[in-house]
């Protein structure tokens, strides 16, 4: 599949899923852009762990600059942001093999899916760890 219809797909699939939550309209947008600007790192650096990584950064990073500049939580535009960067495929191939009784490849599968799972779940945490702290300073700064 050509790369652009792959990021075209992704913007729809934000877009259904912010509906679907009953995202603020005015923030559906927003969330499916993110959503294609990380899911083209993603693409662009091969799809493995690292790449998984790469792509959370950016899609936690600009959540969370677009959270301040409109006035709402990180969160409202993460969850839909994320969607398509989910390895929902692997989780299903994973239990698939268990299933057949291919063993190996489910274990192979399965690990490479845990390790893109913790590459997400690491960019969200460095993501809100540096903005917290930067926040937290922001108001120690403001209150002297």
């Known amino acids: 599949m050509s790369w652009w219809v792959q990021l075209l797909a992704c913007f729809f699939a934000s877009v259904a899923f912010s509906l679907l939550v009953n995202e603020p309209r005015s923030t559906v947008l927003v969330s499916s852009v993110i959503a294609v600007a990380g899911y083209a790192v993603f693409m662009l650096l091969g799809r493995g762990t690292i790449a ?10 600009s959540c969370e600059v677009a959270a301040r500049v409109m006035k709402r939580t990180a969160t409202l535009f993460l969850t839909s942001a994320l969607i398509p960067l989910v390895p929902g495929v692997g989780l299903y191939n994973t239990m698939r ?11 192979q599968v399965g ?3 845990v390790l893109g799972i913790c590459g997400i779940a690491l960019a969200i945490t460095v993501t809100s760890v540096i903005f917290g702290n930067l926040h937290q300073k922001r108001a120690k700064k403001h209150s002297r």
């Open 111 to 113: 690990t490479d899916t």
């Open 97 to 107: 093999y268990v299933v057949i009784g291919n063993y190996t490849m489910a274990a």
């Open 52 to 61: 998984y990584f790469a792509g959370t950064m950016v899609i936690s990073l």
